[in-house]
């Protein structure tokens, strides 16, 4: 992570936030033994609808309080199937029942039907979402279209699209937002703001809301005793309370309530849509929903222009690689045949510098270091553990701070040895591109009053400037794929020539 390294890994990725037994104040929730349907758990506002004590409650079958012909609708859903949410009423007040079958319980949670909805009003509206994103060209179109439907749409205060990288920080690259308020477009938030089973279980439940960041959150009792010892997993249930820790971090951000859903691609999160409101929000689950397949259109849009941007870029790479392949062909001269002329191996990725290391000679095109250290260089990449024989990084100083003295030139390499002799190389450069690097709040190492082995959320999210040096642009896959192909094209040629050479000096 480039997040300052005074910031410890804590324990914070240990919370259990699936089984913490709270809801949010604005639903109800039901457990029962799915075979036999008594109920083991509830919300202890449940007596709001029941008009009964928690206490009493538990114990008794769902039958007392839903009709029989509901009850059999669930009878057969297998294991982690949600139900389809039906309206039920409680003294004339209309809720939604969403019901799910996790982990041998059957639970049920309740939530208001304030206006009469139409599950289906969404579709016109959701048909029109999904040409408009097909209309759009790049990703960064993608995002920001998706940033302003949803706030046309759902009237968040700011709606942020949020992207991970290779660590899990993460940066806000779409936003729309109310006027008055301060953007934090381009601002990067680090790794730990979402701890990885936070991550994990947000994977899984695609969309979330938290209704009300300030209401105090339900506790649910249990039938047998405590439920902390014996506790209902509410890993995909709408209305588990988040983390306290969470909680503090939205109220430090003054956050009134959020919407959140996860951009997927591939099966891990791409990055998040986050959006925030100043004061409370419940969105219908019907709406949630909706959101969530926006979500899922803008992610499969992602994933198709990524693939074809790649598509690109390796076809032209292969046009390339086989005109040098010609030319070195041509007169057997694999060193020169690289390195002069028109093409040379530089054209084969977007690198500043690149040289060939062949049987003890070198050859070098572009910006390198000198010869010296780049056989200084090579020497210590064959003596590295690798995989694959092959090499690639965008701050060679973090892995050999002997070398961060090439940054100017080289802080990227990317060297493919021949064979798994590693004396004989391909090697490309990239210099030192320095960047300002906006953190949405300097790092303070804050530990909880009550944990003292647990770092808190951060007060501040001022933004925070670092200049990061010695780092290069990154290597896309596609570079790495072309110089590995052009490393295979070679080494048959190199081989050939090998034999030939040694037929003539015998
Ligand atoms: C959860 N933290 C989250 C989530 C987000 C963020 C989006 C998921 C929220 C959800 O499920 O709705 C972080 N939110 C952000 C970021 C932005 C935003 C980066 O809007 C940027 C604009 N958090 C901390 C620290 C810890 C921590 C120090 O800052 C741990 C000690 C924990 N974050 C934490 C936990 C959760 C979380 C435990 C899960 C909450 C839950 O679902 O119960």
Redesign the pocket.
């Given at each position: 992570s480039l997040y300052p390294k005074e910031v410890t890994l804590?324990n914070?990725d240990k919370?259990p936030?699936h089984i913490l037994g709270k809801i949010q104040s604005c639903g109800y929730l039901l457990a029962a033994a799915f075979e036999s349907q008594i109920i083991k758990y509830c919300s202890e506002n449940i007596a709001e609808l029941l008009s009964k004590d928690s206490t009493a409650v538990l114990g008794e079958k769902l039958s007392a309080y839903f009709e029989d012909n509901l009850l059999r609708k669930y009878s057969d859903l297998e294991d982690q199937e949600k139900a389809i949410p039906q309206k039920v009423e409680f003294n004339e007040k209309a809720f939604l029942l969403i019901a799910h079958h996790y982990a041998g319980n059957l639970i049920f949670e309740l939530e208001p039907l304030e206006t009469e909805e139409n599950p289906y009003e969404h579709q016109i509206y959701l048909s029109k979402i999904v040409s408009e994103l097909n209309a759009a060209e790049s990703e960064q179109e993608m995002c920001d279209l998706t940033a302003s439907l949803i706030k046309e749409s759902y009237d968040y205060d700011r709606v942020?699209i949020?992207r991970f990288d290779e660590n899990w920080d993460?940066v806000?690259v779409s936003e729309e937002k109310e006027e008055h308020m301060e953007s934090?477009l381009g601002l990067r938030?680090p790794a730990?703001?979402?701890?990885q089973q936070?991550r994990k279980?947000?994977l899984k439940q695609g969309v979330?809301i938290?209704a009300d960041v300030k209401s105090q959150s339900v506790a649910i009792h249990a039938l047998s005793g405590n439920e902390q010892e014996n506790p209902v997993d509410l890993t995909q249930s709408e209305l588990r309370a988040?983390?306290p820790?969470?909680i503090e971090?939205l109220e430090n951000m003054e956050v009134g309530a959020?919407m959140?859903a996860a951009i997927i691609s591939k099966g891990t999160l791409w990055g998040?849509i986050?959006c925030?409101h100043n004061t409370p929000k419940f969105i219908s689950y019907y709406k949630r929903q909706s959101c969530k397949y926006l979500t899922q259109v803008l992610s499969s849009r992602i994933i198709l222009s990524t693939a074809n941007q790649a598509l690109l870029k390796v076809n032209e790479s292969a046009v390339l690689r086989n005109k040098l392949l010609e030319k070195i062909s041509k007169d057997w001269d694999v060193l020169n045949g690289l390195t002069t002329g028109d093409y040379t191996m530089l054209e084969v990725t977007d690198a500043q510098g690149s040289a060939v290391l062949l049987d003890g000679q070198i050859r070098m095109t572009g910006e390198t270091p000198d010869e010296d250290a780049i056989r200084k260089l090579v020497k210590a990449l064959s003596l590295a553990d690798l995989e694959d024989n092959y090499y690639y990084s965008n701050a060679l100083g973090k892995d050999f701070e002997e070398f961060e003295v090439l940054k100017s030139k080289a802080s990227g390499v990317l060297c493919v040895f021949l064979s798994s002799a590693r004396k004989d190389a391909l090697i490309w450069f990239k210099a030192e591109k320095i960047k300002t690097v906006n953190w949405a709040g300097k790092p303070e190492k804050v530990m909880s009053p009550d944990d003292d082995q647990?770092?808190?959320?951060r007060k501040s999210f001022e933004k925070w400037s670092v200049l990061q040096e010695a780092h290069s642009e990154p290597w896309q896959d596609y570079e790495i794929a072309a110089a590995q192909a052009l490393k295979q094209d070679i080494s048959e040629i190199i081989l050939e020539k090998y034999e030939e050479v040694k037929l003539l000096n015998s």
């Open positions: 804590t914070c919370e936030i942020m949020y993460g806000v934090w938030y730990s703001d979402i701890p936070a279980l947000f979330r938290i988040s983390s820790i969470h971090y959020t959140t998040l986050a925030h647990r770092m808190s959320p």
